[in-house]
């Protein structure tokens, strides 16, 4: 059975889980929960770039950068909290490095998804996905000098976090095809609406 959830209508998005009136709400829930969730087992390694991809594919630029914010905020906001992350300059400068990388990979996974081809929707995702990370580990490197951490980019947990946003990502597309499927507001039902 192919995934419907990933063909293209023609508005260069790959994402359809639910009628475009509810994408922006649908793609800020789905990521903030998610991103609860990701905090929560992962604290420091919360695959931001399956985010940003996740929100490129269902969303235009603007709104997927309002999502992707929407889940950084939730991060931070469950590590200052729940997490008892030191609340000091450096912990806070790495947050708002965090949500800058986190932003910045959504710009280059929606620029990447709307330069390439729509079909082969599944390999498009993980060339987004490609992209978006390293981008945002470049982002996160690029603040080393400063706010030192260079040990965290060793090749073993490069590998390991982008191994886990690729998880993430295969996820968060299964849940949104079973959204489409079988949710009161997928795509078929809240169109005829």
């Known amino acids: 059975m192919a995934l419907n959830i990933l063909s293209s209508d023609g508005d260069g998005f790959r994402l359809h889980p639910v009628a475009p009136r509810l994408a922006p709400m649908f793609g800020f829930a789905l990521l903030t929960v998610s991103c609860a969730l990701a905090s929560f087992a992962f604290a420091c390694a919360t695959p931001f770039a399956a985010f940003a991809v996740v ?96 040990g965290a980019f060793t090749a073993a947990i490069v590998t390991r976090i982008g191994l886990t946003s690729a998880a993430w990502l295969a996820g968060l597309v299964a849940v949104c095809e079973v959204v489409r499927l079988f949710g009161p507001f997928g795509r078929e039902g809240a169109m005829s609406a």
């Open 55 to 150: 929100a490129a594919a269902m969303l235009p630029l603007r709104p997927a950068l309002l999502v992707v914010t929407g889940a950084w905020l939730v991060n931070q906001t469950i590590g200052f909290s729940a997490l008892h992350y030191p609340i000091d300059g450096s912990s806070i400068a790495w947050g708002f490095v965090i949500g800058a990388a986190a932003l910045l990979a959504t710009v280059v996974a929606s620029g990447v998804l709307r330069m390439l081809p729509q079909g082969r929707a599944p390999l498009m995702l993980a060339i987004a996905l490609f992209a978006a990370y390293a981008a945002y580990e470049l982002a996160l490197f690029a603040a080393t000098p400063f706010l030192g951490g260079e």
